[in-house]
């Protein structure tokens, strides 16, 4: 984990990238005239601060059982270190080559790690951020095995060639001592053995070293003697081999499915031959080959019988099965079934031994994407429950948010929800994994992650003070019919695997309140409750949104066409019918396009609904004249309005949760003022209309395309189904363009119609179209990535000019139909709710919404809100667009708002309240935050509006909509995420581009803050899920199982090693096996090895420097930092030193006070003796 090197940008100058420096309007005040800002560069530094998640494509697993402290090595080079729950460390080999073997120092803190680039590293685990000490590159042979004996400094490391060589830890220098295969072998032999698969040492004696060859032969090798004692020849492949502790036998596993033990003392046959799948012939005859057996360990127990588990070796008849671990413990075999391949699996043992009874005591398992720990002590071997997140993959994550220092109530609220969702049947052990200690950082307030997933789940997490853990899992799937069959699925037509996938959410913390849009065109509203509620019906509303490219034939510059508005005090009211319960009739007859048909089929029974997020309300959009529903590009929720909020290239809509209606149906452009200067005329698209057959699926394939990102090659992928070439899609043809007109000039829940074919007629029947209050309202694809997708592949296409002003206008790439439609839509790409001045005239500030488009547009929409209580159940909202607010170039991505002081005006909330409480408690709780102050002198400004765009930032003056700050961000790029966060108690814009630069801007001057190279995008995941929160805090998901979080504050990055956790925490080795007096009399105990005089230089001489280069690690100078660096570090070193050195002394004044009362015993009993003997003669004894 690096820090990296900023290059500062100095206040008020130019930055050097691609950005250029913030220009005020003339006429209008300096920026230090505005507004005093705090924010420097000093305030801002960038680096990495931890990694969650199951490591991605793991390779190889070692564990310290003194320690106990898991590793896990990856293919991409990656180790992840596990302690007790919230102690987890990440490091990275510079390589990025496969690790192929781990193995610790065990008790020393330290690792070495082999790559399949045929490099060891020696890793440092002493320190918060492990570093390498050593390297050793080895040039001329490949590495396949590595063995390092309990307590010893000699590695040894076997090659592709059979060789073996050995390595000094301490130094990392190769010894002259060389087991050559040849001489290993017998000299009989014609062929070549193959790698060494296994090393390892007898247990009772150091100096019989037990080598495996591919082919099957295994040696006992003797080191002092330098010959082979013992050659065991089998016919089978070898895979793995494993010692009995008294060292008198051996186990080899073997690739058709057998099992070997063999005496070391009787080389000619096995002692005993099993298959522990294959079926037994009754005629006696060997038994049918099974799978390859990749591993086995055997490990006795001082009161029972020995365990042996082995992963494979299932019969080859077992097509389909899943991967197994098999547990033979005396007569009896267990066979666990795991939901992922196995990778590799460790015994955990009590003691760190090879030569004493192992008492085995759990498995720990690494599949493919999970780690799984069994305990074998308890009948049926039930697993351990784990504590670490590696349970962010289980359903690929489609979206991530990202709250840092929200409300202290949210997390105890969410975990007490989610505890009562955990799973039962788990091991009542505590978790053996338990090595480390946490950090002790002073960072207290509360983070929350929320994870989108492919199978509509969201995951809500606890990720305060560097940890992560799970709260509340919510299934937004349950609402739904699921199908039980290809003939059900005649409605879920935009994907054909995972129709629920959540797109986006939008989440106020302080109201609870909770709104997701997903992949079929839906959108659900939740409410947080304590109390389980069953609900009968499920609220719904469906809502058609249409693009109206047929109501015009041509552009009109004179706006003919243009809707008229309505004026401030008209309101567009809902309905007063209740919304239907039911889904509507829509037509899907073979013979005509499709029609009023969502994507899901809402459930009908009656739901209950646990503790935690309640159904308020299903929208979703429905099928319009065979073409299927528009991606949702942008949503946003307000619990002070009551109000859901969401766009997509269509147009948007306003939902009132409250009163389950509809409010506003409109397409973008009627956004725009009738003397707006960025006004865009539709097109129609008639002309160049193209076969049904062979039009482009561009808004699915996009949709699709950007979510099939996330997925593994081995995982599902979002399908198109082929309605394209079915329906008739004819949204714009001529026949249909007066029944889109008419759909727009009616209600739908009306059974007459009324034609608008005057602009008299359009302006009268204005509030009519607007309300447009459906049956039911889809849930829809959330598209606000996919526009980036689609910008890097046709980034070398070249942009059709636009305006005058603005030729590098980014045309918005959303989804649609035809090539033309793709060029005449502008699709919604954001939305803020706020409370501040709609128009220019305005006096007093009133509820609003800031509208952000794909093409540059900020537009603001009036709302005129009920009084609170019965009155804004019953009244209607009012609704009214005023024009654009300003332009910028490419779309859309934040908009905040500053009161006159700089400081920020966040959207106003209701505090939550139980839904489902008492009426007197509802009223207690339901208290709306005060609103920013009322008024504005005249000609004086009181507010800024702060927009961000793919390329630019502006701040503009309200109520007299002045920009007074701009800034160009990139030239050469574009921004993918930006958000205007709280940093050092004042706020700052945070941008991520897709070149891979994170830039900060200070508020409100655009002053360039930060500006560095940090990740080129090369994965849309990366795209998909970056996200800035306060504090200084951002996060990503790195690959689809890991969450790499990072900071760009310095204070941050200044406190990192004491809020890291620590991996090393001095623990005493356990005392080694007591011989017992028979054994040490006559020489039957373990025999020990001086390995200095055989390895060493003096012994044994130097070794080829062709064979390997040694690469000092930057470990050192590191871990010298690293120690050196933070006070509170410093006193926790110190206080663990004196804590370690108390008990030392402690128990050696025990043991001084255990000698003197042994001694005063044995004094007693001497004198005891003496008295009793004194006056007898010899004879007489």
Not at 271 to 282: L, N, V
Not at 439 to 467: C, N, R, V
Not at 804 to 818: G, P, Q
């Amino acid at each position: 984990m690096k820090k990296f090197k900023i290059r500062k940008v100095l206040d008020g100058l130019t930055a050097v990238s691609s950005s250029s420096s913030a220009t005020a309007q003339p006429g209008t005040p300096r920026e230090n005239d505005v507004v005093p800002e705090t924010l420097q560069s000093e305030h801002f530094q960038l680096c990495k601060t931890v990694r969650h998640g199951f490591p991605y494509q793991p390779s190889s697993m070692a564990f310290d059982p003194v320690q106990k402290i898991l590793a896990v090595g990856t293919q991409a080079g990656a180790l992840r270190l596990f302690g007790r729950a919230g102690v987890e460390c990440y490091c990275q080999h510079e390589s990025g080559a496969a690790v192929i073997q781990l193995q610790f120092l065990i008790n020393e803190g330290a690792l070495v790690s082999a790559l399949a680039d045929d490099s060891i590293h020696l890793w440092n685990l002493r320190q918060k951020i492990p570093a390498i000490l050593h390297s050793l590159k080895f040039n001329r042979e490949r590495i396949t095995y590595c063995h390092l004996p309990f307590q010893s400094k000699w590695l040894y490391i076997g090659t592709e060639r059979g060789n073996i060589h050995i390595v000094n830890v301490e130094s990392f220098t190769l010894s002259g001592y060389v087991i050559m295969w040849n001489k290993a072998i017998e000299l009989s032999t014609k062929t070549h053995p193959g790698p060494v698969v296994h090393i390892s040492d007898n247990p009772m004696d150091e100096g019989k070293l037990l080598i495996g060859f591919e082919c099957g032969v295994v040696v006992l090798w003797d080191l002092k003697c330098k010959k082979a004692d013992y050659r065991y020849n089998y016919d089978e492949a070898i895979h793995s081999v494993a010692w009995h502790h008294e060292g008198k036998q051996f186990v080899c596993s073997h690739s058709d499915g057998t099992l070997t033990t063999w005496n070391v003392r009787a080389p000619a046959k096995p002692a005993q031959i099993i298959t522990p799948h294959g079926k037994q012939p009754k005629d006696g005859k060997k038994p049918e080959p099974c799978k390859p057996i990749l591993k086995v360990e055997y490990k006795t127990t001082r009161a029972g019988d020995p365990f042996m588990v082995l992963s494979g070796g299932l019969s080859y008849d077992t097509v389909g099965r899943r991967a197994c671990l098999t547990v033979m413990h005396g007569k009896s075999t267990a066979v666990l079934e795991m939901d992922y391949p196995i990778v590799d699996f460790l015994t955990l043992c009590e003691t760190p031994y090879p030569n004493d009874f192992q008492e085995p005591y759990a498995v720990v398992v690494l599949l493919e994407r999970d780690l799984v720990l069994i305990d074998l002590g308890q009948i049926g071997y039930p697993i351990f429950e784990n504590p670490y997140p590696l349970t962010i993959h289980e359903s690929p994550v489609t979206c991530c948010e990202y709250f840092a220092d929200c409300p202290a109530e949210l997390v105890p609220a969410l975990y007490s929800i989610g505890s009562r969702q955990k799973r039962q049947g788990y091991s009542k052990k505590e978790w053996p994994i338990s090595g480390g200690n946490w950090g002790q950082g002073t960072q207290s307030y509360p983070e929350i992650i929320i994870t989108g997933h492919a199978d509509g789940s969201i995951k809500f997490w606890d990720a305060s003070a560097l940890m992560l853990q799970v709260l509340y899992k919510l299934k937004t799937a349950k609402v739904f019919e699921r199908a039980r069959g290809k003939e059900e699925k005649a409605n879920t037509d935009i994907v054909e695997e995972d129709p629920f996938a959540i797109q986006t959410l939008s989440w106020c913390p302080e109201s609870r309140m909770l709104c997701v849009a997903g992949v079929s065109a839906h959108v659900i509203v939740y409410r947080f409750s304590k109390q389980e509620v069953t609900t009968e019906v499920v609220q719904l509303l469906e809502v058609r949104m249409q693009c109206e490219f047929g109501e015009v034939d041509s552009p009109d510059p004179g706006g003919e066409h243009t809707p008229t508005l309505p004026t401030p005090g008209a309101s567009s009211s809902p309905q007063e019918t209740e919304p239907p319960t039911h889904p509507s009739v829509g037509s899907n007859s073979s013979d005509g396009p499709r029609d009023n048909i969502p994507c899901l089929q809402v459930r009908s029974s009656p739901l209950k609904q646990s503790p935690g997020y309640q159904v308020e309300l299903v929208i979703q959009l429905v099928w319009v004249s065979g073409e299927p529903p528009q991606p949702i590009t942008s949503l946003a929720i307000n619990s002070s309005y009551g109000l859901v909020v969401f766009g997509n290239s269509n147009g948007l809509a306003v939902v009132d949760y409250l009163q389950k209606t509809l409010l506003l149906n409109m397409g973008t452009s009627e956004l725009y003022s009738p003397s707006d200067p960025y006004q865009r005329q539709p097109h129609s698209p008639r002309k160049a209309r193209q076969p049904s057959g062979d039009i482009p699926t561009v808004s699915s394939t996009s949709c699709m395309s950007r979510l099939s990102n996330l997925y593994s090659e081995s995982m599902k992928k979002l399908r198109l189904t082929s309605h394209h070439k079915t329906s008739h899609l004819t949204p714009c043809d001529s026949n249909d363009g007066s029944n889109t007109s008419e759909d727009r000039c009616k209600s739908p829940t009306s059974g007459s119609t009324s034609p608008c074919n005057s602009d008299d007629e359009r302006k009268q029947k204005f509030i009519d179209k607007v309300k447009f209050k459906s049956r039911r309202f889809s849930k829809t694809v959330a598209n606000d990535f996919a526009k980036m997708s689609r910008k890097i592949s046709s980034s070398s296409e070249p942009k059709p000019d636009q305006d005058a002003k603005d030729n590098s206008f980014s045309r918005s790439r959303s989804s649609s139909v035809t090539s033309i439609d793709r060029e005449s839509r502008e699709a919604i790409s954001s939305f803020y709710f706020c409370e501040s001045f709609p128009r220019k005239t305005d006096s007093l500030v009133s509820p609003c919404v800031l509208v952000g488009t794909t093409q540059g547009s900020v537009m603001i929409v009036a709302l005129s809100l009920p009084p609170s209580g019965d009155q804004r159940l019953q009244q209607p909202v009012g609704i009214s667009s005023c024009g654009t607010l300003a332009r910028l170039k490419g779309g859309i991505l934040t908009m905040a708002l500053l009161d006159a002081t700089g400081a920020l005006l966040p959207p106003s909330y209701e505090s939550w309240y139980d839904p489902n409480a008492s009426d007197e408690e509802k009223e207690k709780s339901r208290r709306r935050r005060p609103a920013s102050p009322p008024s504005s002198q005249e000609g004086q400004d009181s507010h800024f509006a702060v927009l961000c765009s793919e390329k630019q930032a502006k701040v503009v003056a309200l109520p007299s909509q002045t920009r007074i700050y701009k800034h160009n961000i990139t030239e050469t790029s574009f921004v993918l995420r930006a958000d205007v966060v709280q940093m050092a108690g004042t706020n700052c814009i945070a941008c991520f581009c897709a070149n891979g630069h994170i830039m900060t801007l200070s508020l409100p001057s655009l002053r360039p803050l930060l500006d560095m190279n940090y990740l080129p995008l090369t994965d849309m995941r990366i795209a998909r899920t970056f996200c800035f929160s306060n504090q200084g805090q951002a996060l990503y998901l790195t690959s689809p199982t890991e969450i790499q979080r990072i900071t760009y504050s310095q204070e941050t990055c200044d406190n990192l090693q004491e809020m890291l956790s620590e991996l090393f925490t001095p623990v005493e080795t356990p005392e080694a096996p007591n011989r017992g007096f028979f054994k040490g009399l006559f020489g039957g105990g373990a025999q020990s090895l001086d390995r200095e005089d055989l390895f060493g230089e003096t012994a044994a001489g130097k070794a080829s420097r062709s064979l390997a280069q040694h690469i000092p690690g930057p470990g050192n100078m590191e871990g010298m930092k690293g120690a050196a660096s933070g006070v509170v570090g410093d006193l926790a070193r110190a206080r663990v030193a004196l804590d370690e050195r108390g008990q030392k002394l402690g128990e050696l004044e025990e043991r001084t006070a255990a000698m003197m009362a042994s001694a005063e015993s044995f004094s007693k009993h001497a004198h005891d003796m003496m008295l009793k003997y004194k006056d007898k003669k010899w004879y007489q004894l």
